[in-house]
């Protein structure tokens, strides 16, 4: 899912810029539902947290038990997200694998995947230097619009996100193509930014893969921002991948955001 390369400048961060979202997703295939999920964020003056959970459902459910959670934390510097950490997991019948990140100033300082993936002789390795001034996945998906003018603009959409997984190094970058109303089952109802993503792999990945070369090539993704009341952080509301077996659909069908008051020191 995305926010920008990291730069550090010490600073006190705006104390009204506070904000919580719980939020539930369906995911569909040709109109099929085969997954559920929740996503909480947590936006505080000089910190965020943030954590998703789902699984397989409907149909896909019959076939495949699969889950999956992951989370990510990090600091508020300057307005910008620097994370700090990164941790998934997805089990998928009797397989389960973990990987966990861990960051400093937007580079990684240590990183694992258990158990150990073999050895690929075709996957293009990861160097050191692929490893600096990036995002992890979910502080990427999670975009930061600089200023105090408005939020919901087409230059909020021209963007982009150096990412690492634990094992893909991979760009992401977005550009403006409409605005459109949106509506949640539960939440919010209102305008959404509309941006077209494209997927760039840089490292980590099989070139010969189908999955990988289909994304590489995909011009026609989208994805559907909204924001997070009281913050400046925008997230996806809804995501589009058209596939050879039709198309994806990712959406939220509860969307409740608020903003929360800051934290004022105690004073005798």
């Known amino acids: 899912m995305l926010a920008l390369t990291v730069a550090l400048l010490t600073a006190v961060p705006r104390a009204d810029a ?4 719980d939020a539930e997703y369906e995911a569909t295939l040709a109109g099929i539902p085969i997954g559920k999920g929740t ?22 459910k019959s076939f495949s038990q699969g889950s999956g959670q992951g989370s990510a ?27 966990h990140i861990t960051l400093a100033n937007g580079n990684v300082k240590e990183f694992g995947i258990d158990p150990t993936p073999p050895v690929d002789p075709d996957r ?34 021209r963007a982009g996100a150096p990412v690492f997984d634990g094992r893909m190094r991979y760009e992401l970058k977005l550009d403006f193509k409409r605005m459109e109303n949106v509506k949640a089952d539960k939440g919010y109802r209102g305008p959404a930014l509309v941006c077209a993503i494209y997927f760039t792999p840089v490292a980590g990945y099989i ?12 011009r026609n993704l989208e ?14 509301f809804k995501l589009v ?11 939220a069908t509860s969307f409740v955001t608020q903003a929360t008051p800051p934290h004022v020191a105690k004073t005798q």
Not at 18 to 21: A, E, I
Not at 40 to 53: F, L, M, R, S, T
Not at 223 to 236: D, E, N
Not at 241 to 251: D, H, K, R
Request: one cysteine or more.
């Open 73 to 99: 934390q990090g600091r508020i510097v300057n307005g910008a997200l620097v994370g700090q950490s990164y941790q998934a997991s997805t089990t998928a019948g009797k397989k389960s694998e973990q990987i």
């Open 223 to 236: 994805i559907y921002f909204v924001p997070i009341a009281g913050t400046r952080v925008l997230v996806p």
């Open 39 to 60: 996503w909480v964020i947590e936006i505080g003056d000089d910190q965020y947290g943030a954590a998703a959970q789902g699984g397989t459902a409907g149909l896909l």
């Open 241 to 251: 991948i058209p596939t050879p077996f039709g198309t994806g659909v990712l959406q």
């Open 18 to 21: 506070q904000g919580r979202l």
């Open 207 to 218: 070139p010969d893969r189908p999955v990988i070369k289909y994304l590489a090539n995909a």
């Open 124 to 157: 293009i390795p990861v160097t050191e230097a692929h490893k600096h001034g990036v995002y992890d996945p979910m502080t990427a998906s999670l975009l930061r619009v600089p200023g105090n003018g408005e939020l919901l603009t087409p230059e909020a959409c």
